[in-house]
């Protein structure tokens, strides 16, 4: 069973950079998609991006495309989310999810309930 750690969230003027990162304890951390998602006071989660268990597939929501990297390191059993040009509106709790379905990216990335592990998030804060 995968267990996740977020770290890296802050507060970041807008148009400045942010990486998060996500350890994973487990074994099989390189069989399995990672996905970032994130969730703003009153909304609801959703899916922001994706990598596939080998890292070649990837999948952006059009709001963070061309500001939001992911990427996956197998051999250090982490993720990272290069975030970009921040905006207000990226201000939220982001999660890193995992799943070993071979669908679970890009095809799920817009359904947070099939992703089956999760950490516990980490706050971005983007002042207007």
């Known amino acids: 069973q995968l267990q996740l750690v977020e770290s890296g969230g802050g507060l970041v003027q807008a148009g400045n950079s942010l990486i998060l990162s996500c350890v994973s304890s487990g074994p099989t951390f390189d069989t399995s998609a990672i996905g970032w998602f994130r969730q703003a006071p009153g909304k609801a989660r959703e899916g922001i991006a994706c990598?596939?268990?080998?890292?070649?597939?990837?999948n952006y929501i059009d709001s963070v495309k061309g500001r939001f990297t992911i990427s996956k390191d197998n051999a250090q059993n982490m993720a990272y989310l290069q975030m970009n040009r921040l905006k207000p509106e990226d201000t939220a709790t982001y999660y890193c999810?995992?799943?070993?379905?071979?669908?679970?990216?890009?095809?799920?990335?817009?359904?947070?309930?099939?992703?089956?592990?999760w950490g516990q998030g980490t706050q971005v804060t983007v002042p207007s």
């Open positions: 999810a995992a799943d070993y379905s071979i669908s679970a990216c890009p095809t799920y990335l817009d359904s947070p309930r099939t992703w089956a592990y």
């Open positions: 990598i596939n268990e080998r890292g070649t597939t990837t």
